[in-house]
Structure formats: C-alpha cells, structure tokens
C-alpha cells in the first residue's frame, strides 16, 4: 500500500462554534452555511444540510417504504396462500380493491408492482445508499460535511417529493401503477391495456423522474466528497471498504440512471404525444392504434441497461457495510483487503455488460446472447472471491456476536445462496426453462432481497449508537435476526421448487392450471412464514424508535472498538464533525489483533519499523 | 371482522410482552456484569450458528425428498433432456460450493467465537490461496458456459427440413392458433387486416390463406419437429410450455420463433403420471395485464395418424368463419383501401 497521500485541497480547521474554514494555506474563509449555532428547529430537523440528520432522513423515509412495500406484500400474500377464502377486514379496509373481502387481481397486480418499485427504489437504493453514504462518507474520511451539502439537502427533498407522488398514486381512482415494476410497454405505454396504465402509469413516471435526480444529486455529491475532501493521511488505499463501496455504488448509479431517465422519458412521450418509439402494430379494445415502426423490445434494453447496474447499486453498499462489520467484530483485519476493492471494480464493471441476460427469451439474436452468457458467468468470480475472503475473515477470529454481526454473517450466507441460483439463470440454454418462474422470484429476493436487507440491518445496529449517541436492545436484536433468518429462508427457498416446475411469477392465482395447482399447501406456508418476519420487522422498528429516545446513553465513544475515524468523533457529533482538527490518518483501518494489540485506530501514527498498510 | 381486530391484537400484545422481556433483560445484565453477558449471549448465539447450520441442511434434504415428486417435471421434448441434464450438472458444482461455504461460515461462527483468553489471528491477505480461489471458480464457470452455449445453439438454431409449422398469437387474455391447411403453407398476413372477426389478420388474397385453420386447441405429431411462429398483437406475451422446456416471448410488432420435438404422447403421459386428466398447457409467461394468470391454452401430443384424422376433420378459417359474412366485406374494403394507398405511394414515388 504505497499510494501517494492525496491531500485534500481543503484542510478546514474546526474553531469551536465559529462559521470558518481554513484552507491549505491558512487563510480562513466565510462560509455561510456553517452557521450551526442559529439551528432552528426547521434548519436542524427538516432543511437540514447536516450530512448526519439527512442520513437520518433518508434512514427513517425508508423504514417508512420498507413498512409499506412490507405490508403490500402481506396483503398479495394472502391471496397466493389463501386463494378464494373471504377476509371481510380487507374489505373494511380497501373497499372495492378486495370485494367480499377477496383481493381482486386488479389490486393484487397494483400491490406487486409497487411492492417492487418501493423496495428496489425507496428502500433498498434510496434507504440504504442515502443513510450509509452520508453518514459514513464524511466521518469515515474525516471531512466536516459532504462536498456541497446543500445539493445533498436537496437530494433528500427530490426523494421525498418522489415518495409523496408514489404514495398519492395509490389514492387514484384506477390505483397505481399495475404494470410490473419493470413498467415493459406497451402494457405500460397504452392507457387502456390495463387500469394502472393510465393515471397510475403518469404518476410513476414522475414519480420515479424525481427519483432518479435525487440520485444523481446524492451520487455526484458523494464522488466529489470521496475524492477531494479526504483528511491528512487518507490515501485510497487507506480508505475503509464501506467508502470504496459506497464511491463505486455512486459512479455505477451517475452512470447508469440517465438511461433509466432516457427511457421513461421516450415512454412518456409514447403515452402522450402520440410517438412511436416502442410501439407497433397494436391492435386492442377492437380498434387498432395509429403508432407504427417502434420497438418494445428497445425499452428492454434502456432498461435493463440501468436495472443489472442497479441489482449492484442496491448490494455493493451491503458489501461495503457487511465488510466492515465483520472484520470489527471478527477483531480481524478483512481478508485481502486489495482483492476486496479489485473485485468491486471487476464487479461494477462488468455489470454495465450482462444486461441481456434479462431477454433471453425475448427473440434476442442467439449470437449476442451467448456473448452475454459469458459475460454474465464471469461476474462470478469476483462474486466468488468476495465470499471467500468474508469467510477467511471469520476464520481464526475471536468474534463477538454484536446483532450487527449477525447479521453480517447471515448476509453472507444468504449471498452465497441467491448468488449461486444466478449461475443456473445466467446459461441461456437453463433460463429457457427458468425465466419469469420463481426460480427467478427465489434467486432475486435470497441475493438482492434479503441480503441487502441485511447488509442495511447489520448497518443500522452497528452505527446506531453513531447516529443517537443510544445502544439499541441486544436481546430484542437477537430475536429480530434469528427470526427473519429462519423466516426469509422458509419464505424463498421453497419458491426454487415452484421454478423447477415452471410455476410462472406473477400470477394472482394458479387454479386454472393443473400443471401448477399442486402447491396449495406450500404457498399457505409461505406466507404463514412472510406474516412471521413481518412481525419480526416490528419488533425491530419498536427497539429502533424506543432507543432513540430511551436506549441506554453511550459512554464511550467508541462502543466497538473500531478502528475507523468515526468513532473519534465526540459521542454527540456536532455540525462540523470533529471540534478540533480534522484528525490524520496514519494507518489502514483494519489493523486489529495486530502486535498484540486488539485495535489500533487509524489515528495512531505507526511505530517504529512499522509499515503504513499492513 | 372482530376476530380479525382481535387476533391484530393479539399480535400487539405479544410484540409488546416480548419488548418488555428484552429490556428486562437489558436490566439484568447490568446487575450481573456487562462482560459476563456478553459473553454468555456470545456462546448462545454461536450455539444457535450450529443449530441453524445443522437443521437448515436437515430442512433442505428433507424438503427436497418431500417436494420431489412436484418439482421434477418429466420432460416431453428432445432439448428437454439436454436442459434438463444441464440443470445436473450445474447443481452438482453449485451444490458443492453451497455445502462447504455455507459449512465453512457457520463452523467458523461457532469455533471462534469470544471467549476470554482467545486471540484472534493477525492474517491481512494470502495471494497464493486468493489465487486459487479465482482459478477453480474460474474453471467451473468455463465448463459451464462451453456446455450451456453448445446447447444454445443447437436450439436455437434452424429448424429440420421437415417440421410442421403453428403460428400462435398472444392477445388479452387467450391464445389464437392457426395451421397451414392441406397445402402445408400458412397464407400471409399483415396487420392492417385485423378485426374483431379476423383476429390475426389473415389476407385472404394469398390463395395459400384459403386453406388456413383457426383450431382452439394445438395439436402435435409425437416425434416429429415443430416450429412455432410467435406474434402478439396487443402487448407482449409469453408462450411458456412448461414440459417442453419451450419460452419464448410474444412481441407486437415482431414475429419470434421456436422449434422442438415432442417426444411423449398425452396418452403416454397419462399413463406415466396416473393422471387420467392429464393436459399438457401453455401458460403465459410474460405479464400482460390483469388477466394474466387466466392465459391458457392446451396441446394434445398424439400419433401422425390421429394428427392426420384430426386436420380432415377442421374447416378452414376462411370457409367457415368469413366467407359470405359481413367481415368478408369488411376485408375487401380494407384490401382496397390498402391498394390505394400503395397505388398512390407508387406514384409519388415515380415523379
Ligand atoms: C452471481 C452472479 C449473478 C448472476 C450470474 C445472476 C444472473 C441473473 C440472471 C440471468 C437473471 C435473469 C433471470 C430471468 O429473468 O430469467 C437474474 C435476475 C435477477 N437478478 Fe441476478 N445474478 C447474479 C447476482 C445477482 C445479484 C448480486 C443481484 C442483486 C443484488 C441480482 C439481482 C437480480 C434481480 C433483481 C433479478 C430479477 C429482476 C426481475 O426480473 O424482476 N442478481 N440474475
Ligand atoms: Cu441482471
Ligand atoms: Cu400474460
């Protein structure tokens, strides 16, 4: 690890509750945002520029979407688990949507789609890049804010403007969107070829528009902070594997999301201006429409080009905090710390190049397929060191079982598991067999689903006490691991078996085939099984919210023993970070167990003979 | 609806009554010692690491052997097989991986768990086992895609000389079938010509279309190959054959294709399964709206002689559907409509 020091063209010195910053040469500048010490109760809480409390914004906007799109999927559950039998309170409850108290498809095919859109997007993009990239980026680099924290302000209120437009499409008098969150026209370009394809359809576009600016807002942010605000002392090479994740998480969505944007913006025109760029040949309700000469596999591709990016989007923040977690509680240093941050790049890399793997059977020419089996098998590998290095990082550990860590651990065994299903859907001869079952439904949900979920779990528990100077309940987080880690299992696994035998997804309900109406008896189970860790994501919320304001207070600074520069903040971290200096880094973050000592933070400067990485 | 209120209830009191466990838990540790709690919820929670290894794989073999007889889909097609061989051997590799990572992680969990006097081992990188563990992965996923595209290709490729050509056209929500009429060629159609009563827009001005049957089952010659023609003509749909191993989407706008051969017979099939009622169904694979899940269709597998009594029985779409209806006008109308237009086009072209 010999990486020139890259010194950050801004060295601020913190001056207690002045508004200064000093730059490199001494000179101390005005800079009015700094201005903490006026915090009103509207500055602090809601137009906060703090990259802490905007962490804290996005972190509680997605447990909200996580407690909706959670719920959606209780609902559509119920029917798949008891198709046909009456439940007169959802009826009380959603009136014409379940009639006689029977979810009726149109609600069933609005609840699967936005279960899809919320998670993917407001959770699992949004909720965890949005917390785990502000809180971590500037106290994990030592900077005082981000780069411009008031386009991360702002990228906070795009989002929220996203979820209010979201969340009213539900209230239309068609319902949201019921199209698939995949949104393929020309189901979702034609008004009248479903019933959330029409007001529904609009709202998700927007919806999903103002999204996308605020993650191209977040992620320009973060890159220009990872890059130019590093304190004294913090190469990349000396960069802790959650900011590596994060700043690769950033490039991957700046890079990705406009295409994204690009094809909901020529869907947009389809929808209202009368063009053609995925439509033809329609002919529907018994008239045939004007629009001639486009294509709908096109939006496929714009899509997908975004979407495979995206799967990564949504996991690589979960490697990062997933890497960190283990290594601080193995009280080991991660395993191959440079093949970690090598297949990352390998990872987000290929990623741009496996898309079609998505369309195989779309009528894609045979010949560009296989090249994209190749590419999409080669993903494995880094895949497969990743997982090898976080086991050889437990190894010979001397590990504490902090809820964070079970999670982690749980991660990892969940990656393993939904990672190998892609190796089946990734050969194209297999994805005949297995494309839109669900085999597809258990890989996506095991890999992306359930471990992110995690990854952001073991997140929340870690930094919990960084974030509300409070310890979360360990024994409730006990109960809350065990539960949803038996729990999501019984949920997914069984859903390979269903694939195998070609049960298609989205289906609301399987009567009218005999080849698919034999698993009556699992599907009951499943969702016996998604009701239980749903109550377990409860037990989870009550602990999060009570500590805020009841946990036990912190009285070290550092609970974990932690290497990283966040924990040398003061245990109520101010606007600013640091009150004093901005700390300097001497060392990699992961020297524990080293010479005898447990840990050694990044702070302390090396002792003689001592080398600076490891 | 009461008991529903009640059983929600229900559910609040127990969050709250396992809530107020947790933090007495919370209170005890205190009294007893924080490090000696720590290190007790240590040993239990690397306990349960082994338990959950232990009874997951347990849990899986059982669930495998119990769910077999559902899962495994008898294959009725030639390409089947080779998919299905495939599916093998990519589970005997995944499996094997699956085994030991998952081993390996919950083993460590559980042996080098916290403990007093424990060190743990200052080991930052090995570049010759990081090694090691690219080039086998590597090698695996080799074999695999070398495998996976030979078979790609193959049924992928052109279809045998001899088969026997369908076309199927997915619309909101159902299936439309035509066959080639004794003349063994599907007449053209386009388009322009789709009504209510021609809902594939078959141009009756193509002599090769006269012959044309619309049957509302699709019928198949065991043993011999048959290409299907795939179109939609409202949004995309999927011809999902579950037992042939066959999927292929159904794009407005664009015609796909694929080709196989069944190899089991519905009557054999019954047989095999004891299931008298025993249909093989086409399901829709592509979600195409809220009827979705109603989208089926049926295929009956039978003998070349059946096969051929069964066509001498179908009239012809034109003759029994079109011919002296009102939509035979309709279609002219249309057809002259169309020859203006290119008439005109023509001439603009020309000057
Ligand atoms: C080991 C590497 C992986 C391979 C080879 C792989 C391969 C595939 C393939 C081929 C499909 C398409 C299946 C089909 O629709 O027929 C697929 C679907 C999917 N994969 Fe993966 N995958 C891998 C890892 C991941 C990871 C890490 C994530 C996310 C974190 C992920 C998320 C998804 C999602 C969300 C879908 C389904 C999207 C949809 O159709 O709704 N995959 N994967
Ligand atoms: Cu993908
Ligand atoms: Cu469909």
């Not at chain 2, 010692?33 to 073999?61: P, Q, W, Y």
């Not at chain 2, 094997?96 to 390996?104: D, G, P, R, Y």
Request: hydrophobic share 45%.
């Amino acid at each position: 690890m010999s990486d020139p020091v890259i010194n950050p063209p801004l060295n601020p010195v913190y001056t207690g509750d002045t508004t200064h910053r000093q730059d490199s040469t001494g000179e101390i500048h005005d800079h009015g945002h700094h201005e903490h010490h006026k915090d009103n109760f509207i500055t602090k809480y809601i137009f906060s520029q703090d990259h802490k409390m905007i962490a804290k914004q996005f972190l509680i906007t997605g447990m909200f979407w996580a407690l909706v799109g959670g719920m959606l999927s209780v609902i559509f559950r119920v029917q798949l688990g008891f198709p046909n039998q009456a439940f007169p309170i959802l009826e009380t409850i959603f009136g014409k949507w379940a009639p006689g108290g029977i979810i009726s498809p149109d609600f069933y095919y609005m609840l699967i789609t936005m279960h899809g859109t919320i998670l993917v997007f407001f959770v699992l993009t949004a909720g965890l890049s949005g917390t785990f990239a502000n809180l971590l980026i500037p106290l994990q680099i030592g900077a005082r804010d981000m780069a411009s924290p008031f386009l991360n302000m702002l990228s906070y209120w795009f989002f929220f403007m996203a979820s209010v437009v979201m969340l009213a499409s539900f209230f239309l008098p068609q319902g949201a969107s019921d199209v698939g969150w995949t949104a393929y026209p020309p189901l979702s370009a034609v008004h009248e070829a479903s019933p959330g394809s029409g007001a529904g359809m609009d709202f998700w576009l927007i919806g999903m528009a103002l999204f996308i600016f605020s993650s191209l807002l977040g992620g320009l942010n973060y890159i220009t902070t990872v890059l130019n605000l590093r304190t004294k002392g913090m190469s990349m090479s000396k960069m802790p594997l959650t900011i590596w994740a994060l700043l690769i998480t950033a490039v991957l969505g700046l890079l990705s999301f406009p295409v994204l944007l690009g094809a909901a913006i020529l869907l947009i025109f389809d929808r209202t201006i009368g063009t053609s760029f995925y439509l033809d040949n329609i002919f529907i309700n018994g008239h045939a429409l004007p629009n001639d000469g486009g294509n709908a596999i096109l939006y496929q591709h714009l899509f997908w080009f975004l979407g495979h990016p995206e799967v990564y989007i949504v996991i690589l923040p979960a490697f990062g905090l997933v890497s960190e977690v283990l290594a601080t509680n193995a009280r080991k240093p991660i395993f191959g710390y440079r093949a970690m941050i090598l297949s990352l790049l390998a990872i987000a890399i290929i990623a741009f190049v496996v898309w079609a793997h998505h369309m195989f059977v779309t009528g894609l020419n045979p010949f560009v397929a296989s090249v994209f089996v190749f590419l999409t098998l080669l993903v494995a590998v880094p895949s497969a060191i990743k997982v090898f290095n976080w086991i050889a990082t437990v190894w010979q550990g001397n590990i504490k079982f902090a809820p964070a860590m079970l999670f982690a651990i749980g991660f990892v065994s969940m990656f393993i598991s939904g990672g190998l299903t892609g190796i089946f859907l990734g050969n194209s001869a297999l994805d005949i067999e297995l494309h839109d079952t669900y085999f597809v439904v258990a890989h996506f949900h095991i890999v992306m689903g359930i471990s992110a979920f995690f990854g952001m779990f073991a997140g929340v528990y870690h930094w919990f006490p960084k974030m509300y100077g409070r310890l979360m309940n360990n024994t409730l987080g006990y109960i809350h691991f065990w539960v949803t880690m038996v729990g999501a299992y019984m949920i997914f696994w069984p859903m390979h078996y269903m694939g195998l035998a070609g049960v298609p997804r989205r289906y609301y309900s399987f009567d009218a085939f005999q080849s698919f109406n034999m698993f009556g008896g699992l599907n009951e189970f499943i969702t016996m099984a998604a009701m239980l860790v749903f109550f377990a994501q409860l037990l989870f919320l009550i602990n999060f919210f009570y500590s805020i304001f009841y946990g036990r207070k912190l009285t070290n600074e550092n609970p974990w023993q932690s290497n990283t520069l966040e924990w040398t903040t003061p245990i109520k971290t101010g606007h600013g970070n640091w009150p004093g200096d901005l700390p300097t880094v001497y060392r990699w973050p992961y020297d524990y167990s080293k010479n005898g000592d447990e840990y050694i933070p990044q702070t302390t400067p090396l002792r003689e003979g001592e080398t600076g990485g490891h | 609806m009461t008991t529903s209120v009640l059983v929600i209830l229900a559910i609040v009191m127990f969050a709250l009554v396992i809530f107020q466990l947790a933090k007495t838990t919370e209170f005890v540790a205190i009294l007893r010692g924080e490090d000696k709690t720590r290190l007790e919820s240590d040993r239990i929670n690397s306990r349960l690491m082994v338990v959950f290894l232990v009874a997951g794989m347990a849990a899986l073999f059982w669930s495998v052997a119990y769910f077999k007889k559902h899962m495994i889909l008898e294959s009725a097609s030639v390409h089947g097989e080779w998919i299905d061989s495939m599916f093998n051997v990519t589970l005997l590799f995944t499996g094997v991986a699956f085994v030991l990572t998952q081993i390996a992680l919950f083993y460590f969990a559980w042996r080098y768990k916290h403990t007093k006097d424990r060190k743990a081992l200052y080991y930052p990188e090995n570049n010759k086992l990081e090694m090691w563990w690219t080039i086998i992965p590597a090698m695996v996923l080799t074999t695999l895609v070398v495998i996976g595209l030979y078979r790609w290709f193959q049924i992928t490729g052109p279809e045998p000389k001899d088969s026997n050509v369908v076309e199927i056209t997915g619309k909101q929500f159902s299936w439309m079938l035509r066959y080639p009429g004794k003349d063994g060629k599907l007449g053209e159609n386009r388009f322009e010509y789709i009504t209510e009563g021609n809902g594939v827009g078959i141009d009756f001005n193509d002599p090769r279309s006269r012959d044309d049957f619309m049957p509302s089952e699709m019928h198949l010659v065991v043993n011999r190959p048959v290409l299907l023609r795939i179109k939609a003509r409202d949004v995309i749909h999927d011809v999902g054959i579950p037992h042939f191993r066959v999927k292929m989407d159904a794009v407005p706008g664009i015609t796909t294709r694929f080709w196989f051969i069944p190899t089991i017979t519905t009557e054999e099939m019954r047989k095999k399964t004891g299931n008298p009622d025993f249909t093989y169904e086409i399901a829709c694979d592509q979600l195409c709206g809220t009827g979705h899940f109603g989208m089926k269709g049926t295929i009956v597998v039978e003998s070349q002689e059946e096969y051929d009594k069964w066509t001498s029985t179908q009239k012809s779409f034109y003759e029994s559907g079109i011919q002296g209806t009102a939509e035979e006008k309709k279609f002219a109308e249309i057809s002259m409509q169309l020859k203006n237009a290119e008439a005109a086009k023509a001439n603009t072209t020309h000057e």
